[in-house]
């Protein structure tokens, strides 16, 4: 199972917006995705630019949603969100672990080879696709790594 391409910029911002949300739609909002038999959504509320607050999440970064800027590393792996939610349970290069992060429960799925990142959280009825990137700060990787070793220690 190939990793998929990259979804290059290529010098046009709004082009490559339309782009990135084109698959964004068919590969996420309607590629029904499914993890551990529940089905993922995503946010649209509330909408900005006439998309929804799911898609920007997961094109760009930030501190604050006001302060959030645009990251070409993240657009550019837009179609790795569902390929790593298909593959995570299938796949030796993906890694899964659930996690609690204040209220949410969370599951992480991570392609640590190329630091990237697919975070979803439990809902009564399905899982919301909360955000994905680019996870290549050591101390981040080094939290993951220990977070997904405790996870996996004690389902044993």
Known sequence: M?????????GDWNSYVEWLYKIYMQEVVYGRLIFSNLPIKTRYHPPSRGKGSGFWH?????????ER???????????????MIRNATKDDRISWWKEVRGSHRDVLIWLEQED????????KRYYL???AYIANKPHKKRGLRKNREKYWAQKN
């Open 2 to 10: 190939n990793i998929p391409d990259l979804v290059p910029f290529k």
């Open 58 to 66: 997961v094109i760009q970064e930030g501190p604050s949603e006001d």
């Open 69 to 83: 800027t645009p990251d070409l590393r993240r657009c550019e792996r837009i179609s790795w969100i569902s390929w």
């Open 116 to 123: 990237y990142l697919v975070v979803l959280s439990k809902r």
């Open 129 to 131: 696709l909360k955000t």
